[in-house]
């Protein structure tokens, strides 16, 4: 490899800007097309790559794996998540496992608000009857929402994104809870005025609004289930920028179908890109096509990262966001 730029295969289309610098950089293979890539042509990829930059899309399995090439030497994978690699099973061919933390932050928490705003609010609502032409005149008692201001939000997962939707929750005046495998530090409790709940039972039973940001292990498969989503008021809403797998998107449905639950707002699904028929047209539902992290800022941050993570890890140093099974 010393003699030539390392092979790299994309599976999707980036930002024009990331195409054009891995194509200084690398041997690059790019996805015009941008459509997902089939098994086929995942394990051709494989097969031929020294280093294959996946997305969410694309299922890497350990069969997939196992009949990779002899060059691969590295997963870049063009997110944060690695929930579609089997890590555990690339770790055990010897291959590197890379993602991009950190840069969908902000724009997650952006859009976990605006979600929260919006079933609350009813602003999808609302400006459907106004796009239509049906707003007829303003009235004391009709499209009425619920306040913002001293309703109460639990947070599941209160890492980064966690964090960062507790303080803007704290700026329109929502009191935040949260549950996490720990409490975070003192510090950054009392600068969040969070309020740590080391049941989620308890906490689900109690809160107005609960949003999902943690990750998607096997621990937190339907972590929100059908028993749990009954310890909610009827009045709460849920609200997931997570991964669809967390929750028990039948029982959700089944819950919202039978006026059980307030709302909902989400931008992943279970089933992605299918969406479950019970959740279509309802009125005190938002959905969106998974976009809490679609910014032209923050596309472009995640291929710098995964450049980087690539030219660091092949020029023989440890890649800042190298991903281990220990981690998941």
């Not at 909610?232 to 029982?251: C, F, M, S, W, Y």
């Not at 660091?312 to 220990?326: A, E, F």
Request: hydrophobic letters at 45%; a negative charge.
């Amino acid at each position: 490899m010393a003699d030539r730029k390392p092979k790299v295969v994309v599976t999707r289309k980036l930002p024009e800007p990331v195409e054009a610098r891995m194509g200084e950089l690398f041997d690059v293979v790019l996805n015009a097309d941008d459509k997902p890539m089939d098994a086929g042509a995942l394990a051709a990829a494989l097969a031929d790559a020294d280093v294959l930059v996946p997305t969410i899309t694309d299922r890497i399995d350990a069969p997939l794996i196992a009949a990779a090439g002899p060059d691969l030497r590295m997963i870049a994978n063009f997110g944060a998540g690695v929930d579609h690699i089997d890590v555990d099973a690339a770790h055990a061919r010897g291959l590197v496992v890379t993602n991009t933390p950190g840069v969908l932050t902000e724009d997650t928490a952006d859009m976990t608000m605006a979600l929260i705003m919006a079933v609350m609010r009813r602003l999808v609502e609302g400006a459907a009857v106004a796009q239509a032409g049906g707003y007829s005149g303003w009235s004391p008692t009709w499209m009425l929402g619920k306040r913002l201001k001293g309703a109460k939000l639990g947070i599941v997962g209160m890492g980064r994104i966690g964090q960062a939707l507790a303080r803007r929750a704290g700026a329109f005046g929502l009191i935040v809870n949260y549950h996490n495998r720990k409490p975070v530090s003192p510090n950054i409790e009392a600068e969040l005025e969070a309020t740590y709940w080391g049941s989620l039972d308890q906490m689900l039973a109690n809160m107005d609004i609960v949003s999902l940001t943690c990750p998607s292990t096997p621990a937190t498969y339907h972590l929100l289930s059908a028993r749990r989503l009954k310890l909610l008021q009827p009045h709460a809403i849920v609200i997931n920028t997570a991964r669809g797998e967390v929750i028990d998107e039948a029982a959700m449905a089944a819950m919202l179908a039978a006026g059980d639950l307030g709302g909902a707002g989400l931008d992943v699904f279970e089933h992605e890109p299918n969406i479950s028929p019970q959740l279509l047209h309802r009125p005190n539902v938002v959905l969106l096509p998974h976009m809490s992290s679609a910014t032209v800022e923050a596309r472009i941050e995640m291929g710098e990262k995964v450049m980087i993570n690539i030219r660091t890890y092949l020029d023989g140093h440890k890649p800042p966001d190298r991903v281990l099974p220990s981690m998941l």
